[in-house]
Nanobody, 125 residues
Framework: QVQLVESGGGLVQAGGSLRLSCAAS????????MGWFRQAPGKERRFVAQ????????YYAEVVKDRFTISRDNLKNTIYLQMNSLKPEDTAVYYC??????????????????WGQGTQVTVSS
């Protein structure tokens, strides 16, 4: 069984930065597509970023492009989301997700097999 554990969330002022981490265990990590999603109160879970198994290809939602960076360290079985220039509208629970298929295009939440428990990010104005 795959386990994903997120960390790094918290409270930050607008314009600040946070780095989220997601540690994986339980299956070969270096062949998995990994992604970040977020869910604000009363809203649907939305795609944020995706990284392919090798780390060579990344995809971003338009609203976070040029501010967020997804990366992975396959030796540590961990992915990261560096979030800069944070805005109040970035406030949400952020979820790490993984899938064993090697997707070559960004995919939605329904394509991911396993999920973390989420970490809260709150950006104050």
């Amino acid at each position: 069984q795959v386990q994903l554990v997120e960390s790094g969330g918290g409270l930050v002022q607008a314009g600040g930065s946070l780095r989220l981490s997601c540690a994986a265990s339980g299956r070969p990590f270096d062949t998995s597509t990994m992604g970040w999603f977020r869910q604000a109160p009363g809203k649907e879970r939305r795609f944020v970023a995706q990284i392919d198994w090798s780390g060579a290809s990344t995809y971003y939602a338009e609203v976070v492009k040029d501010r967020f960076t997804i990366s992975r360290d396959n030796l540590k079985n961990t992915i990261y989301l560096q979030m800069n220039s944070l805005k109040p509208e970035d406030t949400a629970v952020y979820y790490c997700a993984g899938d064993g298929r090697r997707w070559k295009v960004p995919v939605g939440a329904d394509k991911y097999d396993y999920w973390g428990q989420g970490t809260q990010v709150t950006v104050s104005s």
